[in-house]
């Protein structure tokens, strides 16, 4: 089972950035599609930005689009999700995920992913 661990989250103001990373460790090969998701209180679990793990195609959701930018180091076995101009919105507890192949590649559904890590908080103020 692949094992993922997000780290980087944290307070800052309006305006600010963040880079997170998850270092992903386990079996690969059967990995198709790695996600970012945030989820706030109260609210849904979002898509935000998921790539190709063999290819590097990326999907960025139009609510984060010219903010963030996903990323990855194959070396390192690392994914990164660079958050820039943070808005109180974008609060909430980041998740990495890993999919499996399949099609349609929805890279923003959560039922999609099968493999989640623990999570890491943002909390971006006024």
């Known amino acids: 089972q692949v094992q993922l661990v997000e780290t980087g989250g944290g307070s800052v103001q309006a305006g600010g950035s963040l880079r997170l990373s998850c270092a992903v460790s386990?079996?690969?090969?059967?990995?198709?599609?790695m996600g970012w998701f945030r989820q706030a209180p109260g609210k849904e679990r979002e898509g935000v930005a998921a790539m190709q793990f063999r290819d590097g195609g990326t999907y960025i959701s139009a609510s984060v689009m010219g903010r963030f930018t996903i990323s990855q180091d194959k070396a390192k076995n690392t994914l990164y999700l660079q958050m820039n101009n943070l808005k109180p919105d974008d609060t909430g507890m980041y998740y990495c995920?890993?999919?499996?192949?399949?099609?349609?590649?929805?890279?923003?559904?959560?039922?999609?992913?099968?493999?989640w890590g623990q999570g890491t908080q943002v909390i971006v103020s006024s």
């Open positions: 995920a890993a999919a499996p192949p399949m099609y349609p590649i929805l890279p923003f559904s959560p039922n999609r992913y099968g493999d």
């Open positions: 386990g079996p690969t090969v059967n990995i198709y599609l």
